[in-house]
């Protein structure tokens, strides 16, 4: 049995200074035009389950407009026979008003009291009226099943928080951050669309016009630019804080002054997200080691941007910040105060401090345990993989670069062979393998696989060597493979690996800063 919590998140303000804008529940002006907003006394909002609330409205009063996602209006019924039959999933029926077909249907059942309208769900009187007295189909026992379904839904109870009109906005903020665990972003980017329109600022309209002017991001649920980063970018670039409790007066600017900033914010978000993809080998959104990231990136990029005097090290050095954080795992916690500490601290180091940050400073592939790295979530695992993009992956079979977008993920010792080995799983055993040749691998040991790419290397194992070393596998690496010797193969690619990543925590710069 799945249970449902339904909860709803309500604010009581006064009717004359709302602290939001707001407006009537979609579809009460059809049923009654005379509605209006309240003038006087406390207005209640619907902060959090606006949307179950309209859903719950459509359904009951019908009003004539068009389900949303559609062009109909739609209208709904309960199919009894399907209730009294325990499936409950099949028993409800929502069918458009120009279907007429269908709604003709839908009359002759409801005729036999065999469907009932949603509409004659509301009131209890008028549906134990239709079921006691009007209808003659179902016997007594059907009748109590019934009965007992419409009881659990009448008397259905709803959870509801119900904040007072003296509560604060700050207080606002954090009763979404408990309520919406799994989705801060949306809720808070929701308030932030509310407050804004009172200044005139469509910020839901401004999110959709990039939506629809960048394909990447269009209909991608996976987009690792979210509707709250520019918010956070603006704040950024105002000097004011990202916490979420923050962020709603740290965006409080004027229209054409906001308007301003998320241009900027968006363009600058896209650049941080082409130079991730582009040069630091996150050729796909799941592989970006932080989402996170892209803004205080995008903030980086910007002040370089508009300083005039900036030039090529201080890009170096926004890279060397990165790849410290995706490798040493900076942004596993306490996200936001990192944000506004890298921000401070790296403009200073671009703006000719002596000395990277300390924690920069002081990383160390000693520090790393990519023998045990082995969740393709983590920034580490995810970070070695773009630094194999970045080395310009090629087919073992063909030597040629590989188109991206068609490797897989893959272990280099099969996991079939080799499955007792507690580190099969490691990153240290895994790279991207283009799609036809990860077939043409299959489970063979890897000795005979890669005595069928030497063979397509014209047995030319220089050249081979060259394709295996944009994989990080080394001539020493090699010879374990050839002797399909795990441990020793895990050993010496940990070397090499190693080696890349001390050359991306390393920086020689006019300033003669060494990091290790």
Same mark, same amino acid.
């Given at each position: 049995?799945?249970?449902?919590?339904?909860?709803?998140?309500?604010?009581?303000? $006064?009717?004359?200074?709302?602290?939001?804008?707001?407006?009537?529940?979609?579809?009460?002006?059809?049923?009654?035009?005379?509605?209006?907003?309240?003038?006087?006394?406390?207005?209640?909002?619907?902060?959090?389950?606006?949307?179950?609330?309209?859903?719950?409205?459509?359904?009951?009063?019908?009003?004539?407009?068009?389900?949303?996602? *559609?062009?109909?209006?739609?209208?709904?019924?309960?199919?009894?026979?399907?209730?009294?039959? @325990?499936?409950?999933?099949?028993?409800?029926?929502?069918?458009?008003?120009?279907?007429?077909?269908?709604?003709?249907?839908?009359?002759?059942?409801?005729?036999?009291?065999?469907?009932?309208?949603?509409?004659?769900?509301?009131?209890?009187?008028?549906?134990?009226?239709?079921?006691?007295?009007?209808?003659?189909?179902?016997?007594?026992?059907?009748?109590?099943?019934?009965?007992?379904?419409?009881?659990?839904?009448?008397?259905?109870?709803?959870?509801?928080?119900?904040?007072?009109?003296?509560?604060? !906005?700050?207080?606002?903020?954090?009763?979404?951050?408990?309520?919406?665990?799994?989705?801060?972003?949306?809720?808070?980017?929701?308030?932030?669309?509310?407050?804004?329109?009172?200044?005139?600022?469509?910020?839901?309209?401004?999110?959709?016009?990039? =939506?629809?002017?960048?394909?990447?991001?269009?209909?991608?649920?996976?987009?690792?630019?979210?509707?709250?980063? $520019?918010?956070?970018?603006?704040?950024?670039?105002?000097?004011?804080?990202?916490?979420?409790?923050?962020?709603?007066?740290?965006? @409080?600017?004027?229209?054409?002054?906001?308007?301003?900033?998320?241009?900027?914010?968006?363009?600058?978000?896209?650049?941080?997200?082409?130079?991730?993809?582009?040069?630091?080998?996150?050729?796909?959104?799941?592989?970006? $080691?932080?989402?996170?990231?892209?803004?205080?990136?995008?903030?980086?990029?910007?002040?370089?941007?508009?300083?005039?005097?900036?030039?090529?090290?201080?890009?170096? !050095?926004?890279?060397?910040?990165?790849?410290?954080?995706?490798?040493?795992?900076?942004?596993?916690?306490?996200?936001?105060?990192?944000?506004?500490?890298?921000?401070?601290?790296?403009?200073?180091?671009?703006?000719?401090?002596?000395?990277?940050?300390?924690?920069?400073?002081?990383?160390?592939?000693?520090?790393?345990?990519?023998?045990?790295? @082995?969740? $393709?979530?983590?920034?580490?695992?995810?970070?070695?993989?773009?630094?194999?993009?970045?080395?310009?992956?090629?087919?073992?079979?063909?030597?040629?670069?590989?188109? =991206?977008?068609?490797?897989?993920?893959?272990?280099?010792?099969?996991?079939?062979?080799?499955?007792?080995?507690?580190?099969?799983?490691?990153?240290?055993?895994?790279?991207?393998?283009?799609?036809?040749?990860?077939?043409?691998?299959?489970?063979?040991?890897?000795?005979?696989?890669?005595?069928?790419?030497?063979?397509?290397?014209?047995?030319?194992?220089?050249?081979?060597?060259?394709?295996?070393?944009?994989?990080?596998?080394?001539?020493?690496?090699?010879?374990?493979?050839?002797?399909?010797?795990?441990?020793?193969?895990?050993?010496?690619?940990?070397? *090499?690996?190693?080696?890349?990543?001390?050359?991306?925590?390393?920086?020689?710069?006019?300033?003669?800063? *060494?990091?290790?």
């Amino acid at each position: 049995m799945v249970i449902l919590l339904v909860l709803f998140l309500v604010f009581d303000t $006064p009717a004359k200074k709302p602290i939001f804008p707001y407006r009537l529940v979609e579809g009460v002006k059809e049923i009654n035009p005379s509605a209006q907003n309240k003038s006087s006394g406390n207005v209640q909002f619907a902060l959090d389950g606006q949307q179950r609330i309209t859903s719950l409205f459509y359904a009951f009063y019908e009003p004539n407009i068009p389900l949303k996602g *559609t062009t109909n209006p739609y209208k709904f019924y309960l199919d009894i026979e399907e209730l009294i039959n @325990d499936n409950l999933d099949d028993a409800v029926i929502g069918i458009s008003k120009k279907n007429k077909k269908g709604m003709s249907e839908v009359e002759e059942r409801i005729k036999k009291f065999e469907v009932i309208s949603f509409c004659n769900l509301r009131q209890s009187e008028d549906f134990y009226e239709w079921l006691y007295e009007k209808q003659t189909k179902f016997t007594k026992v059907h009748k109590d099943r019934i009965s007992e379904v419409y009881k659990h839904f009448s008397q259905f109870m709803l959870p509801v928080i119900s904040l007072p009109a003296e509560t604060e !906005k700050n207080d606002i903020v954090n009763m979404f951050e408990r309520i919406n665990r799994t989705g801060i972003n949306l809720s808070l980017f929701d308030l932030a669309v509310a407050q804004l329109y009172q200044r005139d600022i469509k910020l839901r309209d401004l999110w959709n016009d990039f =939506i629809k002017k960048h394909d990447k991001y269009k209909d991608n649920p996976l987009s690792a630019i979210q509707p709250i980063f $520019p918010l956070r970018v603006i704040s950024l670039l105002e000097g004011k804080e990202i916490r979420k409790r923050d962020l709603l007066d740290a965006v @409080d600017l004027q229209k054409d002054k906001f308007i301003e900033r998320w241009t900027q914010a968006i363009n600058a978000l896209v650049m941080a997200d082409q130079r991730i993809t582009d040069k630091y080998g996150a050729f796909q959104e799941k592989w970006i $080691p932080y989402p996170s990231l892209l803004v205080p990136l995008a903030v980086l990029l910007q002040k370089i941007e508009d300083n005039r005097a900036s030039g090529y090290s201080d890009y170096t !050095k926004v890279d060397f910040w990165y790849w410290g954080c995706v490798i040493s795992g900076r942004y596993e916690k306490n996200v936001f105060s990192k944000m506004s500490e890298d921000l401070r601290e790296i403009t200073s180091w671009i703006n000719n401090e002596d000395k990277p940050p300390q924690w920069l400073a002081q990383l160390s592939t000693s520090d790393l345990s990519l023998n045990t790295t @082995d969740d $393709p979530r983590s920034s580490l695992y995810r970070a070695i993989m773009n630094l194999v993009v970045c080395e310009g992956a090629c087919d073992f079979l063909t030597g040629q670069k590989v188109i =991206i977008n068609q490797c897989q993920d893959d272990h280099i010792f099969p996991k079939s062979r080799y499955k007792d080995k507690s580190e099969i799983n490691s990153i240290l055993n895994r790279t991207l393998i283009f799609g036809k040749t990860n077939k043409r691998k299959k489970n063979k040991l890897p000795s005979e696989f890669f005595k069928d790419c030497l063979e397509k290397h014209e047995g030319d194992e220089n050249k081979l060597l060259e394709s295996l070393s944009t994989h990080f596998i080394s001539h020493s690496a090699y010879i374990a493979i050839q002797n399909d010797d795990f441990d020793n193969f895990l050993q010496e690619r940990q070397k *090499t690996i190693e080696s890349a990543v001390f050359k991306k925590l390393q920086i020689t710069l006019d300033t003669k800063i *060494t990091a290790i």
